[in-house]
């Protein structure tokens, strides 16, 4: 078992740049492959970027692309996305997730641990 803390949410303008952490306990992180989702009010959760166990791999969904990135410390036990360019429309519940097995795709089904998230919101 392995718990998922979220941390760096908060308020932020139109533009303007966040970095978001996932620490985690009771496991080691490299065994896992990670990904971040977000919900906002009204909306389904959506995928947002996912990282291999090793670091090498990377997927991000298309409206975060070439803003978001997401890493990865083995060594500390964190995962972070740093967030550019922020838009209105990125205002949501981050939550960081963990795969047991190899999967680090878009649908959420595929993890297995999950954090309880932590807000962003992004203002005109």
């Known amino acids: 078992q392995v718990q998922l803390v979220e941390s760096g949410g908060g308020l932020v303008q139109a533009g303007g740049s966040l970095r978001l952490s996932c620490a985690a306990s009771?496991?080691?992180?490299?065994?896992?492959?990670m990904g971040w989702f977000r919900q906002a009010p009204g909306k389904e959760r959506e995928f947002v970027a996912a990282?291999?166990?090793?670091?090498?791999?990377?997927r991000y969904a298309d409206s975060v692309k070439g803003r978001f990135t997401i890493s990865r410390d083995n060594t500390k036990n964190t995962v972070y996305l740093q967030m550019n360019s922020l838009k209105t429309e990125d205002t949501a519940v981050y939550s960081c997730?963990?795969?047991?097995?190899?999967?680090?795709?878009?649908?959420?089904?595929?993890?297995?641990?999950w954090g309880q998230g932590t807000q962003v919101t992004v203002s005109s």
């Open positions: 009771g496991r080691t992180l490299s065994s896992y492959n």
């Open positions: 990282i291999s166990w090793s670091g090498i791999g990377t």
């Open positions: 997730t963990a795969a047991r097995g190899s999967y680090y795709g878009s649908n959420y089904l595929g993890y297995d641990y």
